[in-house]
């Protein structure tokens, strides 16, 4: 709300008064208050969605308590990515006025790794075993077949390449994926094996 006083300016000199009486109007603008601030945390590598309304003025972000530089205005702010726990302000803007600046602070979760090494075992036949360790696993062989242990040994039935991808998730609901190329070789009855056949007859 805008707050309004009148004043009455008497000009003197010594004990001499103007016969004149000026009238000054003064107001105080309300910059209004950040109210309902939002902050729902995320994982790393994700854009973070801060919210906020005004009782009365626009919203103002910044990223540092100084009022220098905003970054922002309006009642939702999209971050960038990020990768750590960063602290954002808000406040209340009305006309040129802005209201002291609240402190928003966006909490950044890790992601769990989703590396995994693997080994040949014979014809078709791999060993996979996912490095994190405390997370859930899920497998995609790139046949059809998947697994939910840490460690499985899994047998290709033809020659092909094949996209191994592995999806870690942590107990804080983040997950991350990784996915490598292994090649299936020597498998007999398939089709590389009777070209190959074919071509030595």
Do not use: M
């Not at 003197?12 to 109210?35: I, K, M, Q």
């Not at 994700?46 to 009782?55: F, K, M, R, V, Y």
């Not at 960038?80 to 600046?101: A, H, K, R």
């Not at 499985?152 to 107990?171: I, K, M, P």
């Amino acid at each position: 709300l805008q707050i309004s006083a009148t004043y009455i300016l008497i000009p003197y000199s010594n004990a001499c008064f103007d016969t004149t009486e000026y009238t000054l109007l003064v107001e105080v603008v309300d910059p209004g208050r950040p109210g309902n601030i939002s902050a729902e945390p995320i994982c790393a590598e994700e854009q973070g969605i801060l919210s906020a309304t005004s009782n009365t003025g626009t919203i103002v972000w910044f990223l540092a308590d100084d009022l220098a530089n905003p970054i922002a205005t309006g009642n939702e702010f999209t971050t960038d990515y990020l990768n750590e726990s960063t602290s954002f302000y808000v406040g209340s803007q009305n006309l040129q006025c802005i209201s002291p600046l609240q402190e928003v602070a966006l909490q950044v979760k890790p992601t769990p790794s989703a590396s995994f090494n693997f080994q040949v075992n014979g014809n078709g036949n791999f060993t996979f075993e996912a490095v994190a360790n405390g997370v859930t696993y899920l497998w995609d062989f790139g046949d059809g077949n998947t697994s939910k242990l840490k460690r499985v040994t899994h047998q290709y039935e033809f020659n092909s390449y094949f996209d191994v991808t592995l999806t870690t998730t942590a107990s804080n609901g983040c997950d991350n994926t990784s996915t490598r190329t292994v090649r299936a070789a020597g498998l007999p009855g398939s089709v590389e094996t009777i070209k190959n056949n074919a071509l030595v007859q």
